[in-house]
């Protein structure tokens, strides 16, 4: 069982995405257009066409671009986390919950349409996407780090360990390794089993 302090449901609720039936059509109809176009060459001017309404209508629901990229965002790391969420909280041992997590993670990456339009229309963005603390994908760097806190791994140090682990996974998926490839399920699984339990057990003995 997953630690008790493990509570998915508080930490959907913490990422704070809000919205009611029309703003999620219009998040549909900007999604559509980010993966067809990429995040620059779409205007909101493109998702009030794709939407069939007015412009102003998409700047009252949803705020400028930067605030539609942004709920695109949140919403599809809210998605992933509702999903794949419970598939790790359900793994016994910390070990084991950080590589489904990793697993999983890797595997949205190789098949989500919208980080497969930011690589191919604009992949310097990636990057900078995943780096931010500040930005929609923090929420999965907490799973993380809550799914491997336990009695002997305390969150300020689980937090560490997590934020380290984010960043391999997120240097594999940016550039690919031919020495430790991450292509298919196995792959990634081996690599996390092999290199994050020692990572845990390090972060478990600096606390």
């Known amino acids: 069982m997953a630690d008790e302090r493990v509570q998915l ?16 059509r219009l998040l549909d109809a900007a999604r559509a257009e ?15 066409r ?3 309404i007015a412009r102003q209508t998409v700047y009252r ?13 949140l919403r599809e790391v809210v998605e992933f986390l509702e999903a794949v969420g419970p598939r790790v909280l359900a793994h016994p041992t910390p070990v084991e ?11 949205e990456c190789r098949t989500n349409e919208l980080l497969a339009a930011l690589r191919r229309f604009e992949p310097e963005t990636v ?7 500040a930005s ?24 560490r360990a997590a934020d380290l682990m984010f960043r391999v996974a997120a240097s594999l998926v940016i550039v690919p390794s031919p ?13 996390a089993r092999t290199y994050f339990g020692p990572l845990i057990e390090a972060s478990a003995v600096a606390a």
């Open 179 to 191: 020495v430790l490839p991450i292509d298919t399920d196995d792959h990634a699984r081996w690599l």
């Open 9 to 24: 449901p508080k930490l959907l609720a913490s990422v704070g995405f809000d919205a009611d039936a029309e703003q999620m």
């Open 97 to 107: 919950r950080a590589a489904e997590a990793f697993v999983l993670g890797v595997a």
């Open 50 to 52: 794709r939407a069939k």
């Open 127 to 133: 990057q900078p996407l995943l780096d931010d603390r």
């Open 136 to 159: 929609a994908l923090e929420p999965v760097r907490t799973l993380i780090a809550m799914a491997i806190t336990s009695e002997g791994l305390p969150m300020e140090a689980a937090v």
């Open 34 to 48: 980010f993966i067809a176009h990429g995040y620059r060459r779409t205007s909101v001017g493109d998702i009030a």
């Open 61 to 73: 629901r949803l705020g400028d671009k930067g605030d539609i990229v942004r709920q695109v965002t």
